[in-house]
């Protein structure tokens, strides 16, 4: 997901993160010692753009939580900070698998950095959320924004990079990106959200657009 500008801070070495009383995973702590820790072991890659037949099919589930999904993880860090996203899924930089990082703000301004894999999104009852349509945009739909309505709460099942089951919630902001970037794993884009309308309106967007990023041409 598109876009937040985070300060630089000394790297430290990735660990599992603890939980709240709830059960929910605090990935508040230290955000920009953590993600710096990842970024700074990576190397970022060109991000897919909608057409890309990876971002329009269901992803693989991670089954093996090895130095090689480690090191993915790693570039996709690397990668989230160079197109200046603040959500970035697997299948963005071309693989296909069920994995998500983040580096995300909340609306109060609370900054959060995690990774998630094999992520599932909890049904809420209607009393737990209300609806937010602010505007929305994508690092594969580049320079596109449009309006969508999504639930102002959210929360995620999964496991992190180790394999270790989490659930991470989020508000505001933060649960827009959960939500966008575990579509992406299940082959949604935000403007397949969209009326056909809106749509051909953030093609149109990204056609007039120059991404400030590398990205994959489609063939």
């Known amino acids: 997901m598109a876009q937040q500008d985070t300060e630089q801070q000394a790297p430290v070495s990735s660990a599992v993160l603890p ?14 010692e953590r993600e710096a820790a990842y970024r700074e072991r990576g190397t970022s890659r ?7 037949p990876v971002l329009h099919k269901e992803c693989k589930d991670v089954t093996a939580f090895d130095d090689e999904l480690a090191k993915l993880v790693d570039d996709m860090f690397a990668s989230q900070r160079a197109a200046e996203g603040v959500g970035l899924a697997a299948n963005q930089i071309g693989v296909d698998l069920k994995v998500f990082v983040y580096d ?34 994508c690092l594969s739909v580049p320079t596109a924004y449009a309006s969508l309505a999504r ?6 099942k999964g496991q992190d990079e180790k394999g270790n089951p989490i659930t991470v919630r989020g508000t505001g902001y933060f649960a827009r990106c959960l939500q966008h970037e575990t579509d992406h794993l299940y082959g949604y884009l935000y403007i397949d959200r ?26």
């Open 19 to 32: 939980v709240d009383d709830e059960g929910f995973v605090i990935d508040t702590e230290n955000p920009g």
């Open 151 to 156: 639930p102002d709460y959210a929360v995620v």
């Open 194 to 219: 969209l009326s056909k309308r809106e749509r051909k309106d953030a093609l149109r967007q990204m056609e007039e657009g120059t991404p400030r990023y590398e990205t994959v041409p489609n063939a």
């Open 46 to 52: 060109p991000v897919t753009v909608v057409g890309n």
């Open 104 to 137: 995300c703000p909340d609306d109060d301004g609370v900054r959060h950095v995690g990774v998630v894999c094999n992520p599932v999104l909890q049904d809420l009852p209607a009393d737990q959320r209300s609806l937010d349509d602010s505007n929305e945009g």
